[in-house]
C-alpha cells in the first residue's frame, strides 16, 4: 500500500488501536524513530528510512525489527502495549486482525479459538477423507461460521510440488508437506478476494503443544528452542502466501500474547498429561468442550499432505520422500 510518501506492507497498531497509513505516515514524518512503539505486522519505507515489524512477519529486505536510514541501522521497534493476562492478550490480537481475511481452520485449538473471535469467513484444505476436512467441517458448523472446504486431489499436490519447492528455503520433505497446504489455503484465498489469512502457529511453540513435552525433559528450554525456529517457519509459509499474493497474519506470535505465555510457569502448560493446558483453559470460554480439549495432528498429516508425498514417492519408483524430492525438475 503506498500513500502520502509512505510504503506500507502489513499493517500498524499503537496501543491496541489499528493505524490509518496517513496516520502512521505523519508520526513518521515527525520521527523516524516513533516506528520503534509500532506493533502489527509491517515492512515500511518512507523518506530514506525503512522499518520491519519486531518478528519479522512481513517480508522485508532488512532484519527483523530494524529501524533504518538509508543502511544504517538507527533504532529497534519494540511494540508498546498493556500487559494483560492471557485471555485479554488472545482476544486483543485476535480482533485487531480481524478487519478483514480469512481464517485458516483445522479443527484443532489453536485455529478454531481464532476463528471463534475473529467470526470471519474461514477455509479448511485437505485431501478427501483427511482429519482436517473434517475436524475443520464441524467446528465451523458448531461456531456458526461460513466456511469454504477445499479438497486437495492427488493431481493438485503433484502439480504443486515442483512450484512450492522452488520457493522454499529448506528443500526436505517436512517443510514441504507444510509448505504445500498454506499453498492450497493461499490459493483459495486468493481466488475468493482475500489478501489475508490469519493462522493458529505459535500456539504449539508457546504452550508447548508438542508430544515432547509430555516427556521429562526441561519444558522451558523446549518451548525457547522451539519458539527460536518459529521465524525460519514463517519465512517459509509467507514465501508460499506471497507467490498468492496473500500475507499470513499471527494472532498467537503477537506481542502481548506472547509475554502473556511467557509470564506463566511451565506447569501451567503442561501438566497431567495435556498439552497447551493454559490455552485450553482460554479456550473453553469460547468453544465447545469437544474442540478446546481435542488432540490433533499436525496440519502435514491431520491434512493428508505427507501421507500423499509419501504415495507419490512410491508411485515414482523412490523408496522416500527425500529420494523423490532429489529428482524433481527445478
Not at 52 to 63: E, K, N, S, T, Y
Not at 193 to 211: N, V
Request: charge should be neutral; proline fraction near 5%.
Amino acid at each position: 500500500m503506498k500513500g502520502g510518501g509512505l510504503e506500507l506492507a502489513g499493517w500498524v497498531e499503537e496501543g491496541g488501536k489499528v493505524l490509518a497509513p496517513g496516520d502512521v505516515h505523519a508520526l513518521l514524518s515527525k520521527d523516524p524513530l516513533a516506528a520503534s512503539s509500532f506493533g502489527g505486522e509491517f515492512f515500511l519505507a518512507w523518506d530514506g528510512y525503512r522499518a520491519r515489524d519486531a518478528l519479522g512477519i512481513v517480508p522485508g529486505p532488512i532484519p527483523p525489527g530494524a529501524i533504518l536510514a538509508g543502511d544504517r541501522i538507527i533504532g529497534k521497534v519494540r511494540p508498546r502495549f498493556r500487559e494483560t493476562g492471557l485471555a485479554e492478550a488472545i482476544v486483543t490480537a485476535v480482533l485487531l486482525r480481524s478487519d478483514r481475511g480469512v481464517v485458516a481452520l483445522s479443527g484443532g485449538v489453536d485455529s478454531a479459538l481464532v476463528a471463534a473471535i475473529a467470526r470471519l469467513p474461514c477455509i479448511v484444505v485437505g485431501m478427501e477423507g483427511s482429519f482436517d476436512l473434517a475436524g475443520g467441517r464441524q467446528a465451523a458448523r458448531e461456531l456458526g461460521l461460513d466456511c469454504t472446504e477445499v479438497t486437495v486431489t492427488p493431481a493438485d499436490v503433484e502439480e504443486a510440488v515442483p512450484a512450492v519447492l522452488r520457493t522454499i528455503p529448506e528443500k526436505n520433505p517436512l517443510d514441504l508437506s507444510i509448505a504445500l497446504c498454506w499453498h492450497f489455503v493461499a490459493r483459495y484465498a486468493r481466488k475468493q478476494g482475500y489478501d489475508r489469512i490469519l493462522s493458529g502457529q505459535g500456539a504449539d511453540e508457546l504452550f508447548g503443544g508438542y508430544s515432547r513435552y509430555l516427556g521429562d525433559e526441561d519444558t522451558d528450554a523446549l518451548l525457547a528452542a522451539d519458539f527460536a525456529r518459529l521465524p525460519g517457519q514463517v519465512v517459509r509459509d509467507q514465501a508460499v502466501a506471497a507467490a498468492e499474493g496473500v500475507l499470513i497474519s499471527y494472532p498467537y506470535l503477537d506481542a502481548r500474547v506472547i509475554a502473556a505465555a511467557r509470564a506463566l510457569p511451565a506447569g501451567d502448560k503442561v501438566s497431567g498429561g495435556i498439552r497447551k493446558r493454559a490455552l485450553r483453559e482460554v479456550a473453553a470460554d469460547f468453544l465447545p468442550p469437544g474442540i478446546a480439549w481435542k488432540e490433533k495432528k499436525a496440519m502435514q498429516y491431520g491434512s493428508g499432505i505427507m501421507r500423499e508425498l509419501q504415495r507419490l514417492a512410491r508411485k515414482r519408483g523412490h523408496r522416500t520422500v527425500g529420494e523423490y524430492l532429489a529428482r524433481v525438475p527445478g
